[in-house]
């Protein structure tokens, strides 16, 4: 599969938001037309501040997850005529900035990003949090 970084996007929250384009041919003159929206958002005390065991938390996450907790948004369309491919991508595109971007943008998101992934470690692995 070719991925090719179509843009980025400067988030109201200072986050970067990557548009990428994973198209690609299904049969003849068919298209997989697919964009992928990618957000890294970094790992940070502040997101946990209503923790007790902050610090602990923080290095359990990190470990985890790395520096950052990945976010994608995907959008697909099937056997998609290749003189159509380019307005298909920027139909997906605007409906990402109509749909999405809000959402994205808001200060909270990268702090009810990590507190989400906080929730689902805590019931997947609640042995990595023995106090709780």
């Given at each position: 599969?070719?991925?090719?970084?179509?843009?980025?996007?400067?988030?109201?929250n200072n986050l970067d938001l990557e548009?990428?384009?994973?198209?690609?041919?299904?049969?003849?003159?068919?298209?997989?037309?697919?964009?992928?929206?990618?957000?890294?958002?970094?790992?940070?005390?502040?997101?946990?501040?209503?923790?007790?065991?902050?610090?602990?938390?923080?290095?359990?996450?990190?470990?985890?997850?790395?520096?950052?907790?990945?976010?994608?948004?995907?959008?697909?369309?099937?056997?998609?005529?290749?003189?159509?491919?380019?307005?298909?991508?920027?139909?997906?595109?605007?409906?990402?900035?109509?749909?999405?971007?809000?959402y994205l943008s808001r200060p909270d998101?990268?702090?009810?990003?990590?507190?989400?992934?906080?929730?689902?470690?805590?019931?997947?692995?609640?042995?990595?949090?023995?106090?709780?």
């Amino acid at each position: 599969m070719s991925e090719k970084l179509f843009g980025t996007i400067k988030l109201e929250n200072n986050l970067d938001l990557e548009i990428w384009d994973l198209s690609r041919v299904i049969a003849g003159d068919r298209w997989l037309v697919s964009m992928e929206a990618r957000l890294n958002v970094p790992i940070e005390i502040e997101h946990l501040e209503t923790l007790p065991d902050k610090e602990k938390v923080l290095a359990i996450l990190k470990e985890t997850f790395g520096e950052g907790i990945s976010y994608r948004y995907n959008h697909e369309n099937f056997f998609v005529d290749k003189n159509q491919k380019r307005e298909v991508f920027q139909e997906n595109l605007e409906r990402l900035k109509e749909n999405v971007l809000l959402y994205l943008s808001r200060p909270d998101f990268a702090k009810k990003l990590v507190l989400s992934k906080y929730r689902e470690l805590k019931t997947k692995k609640p042995h990595l949090f023995p106090e709780s």
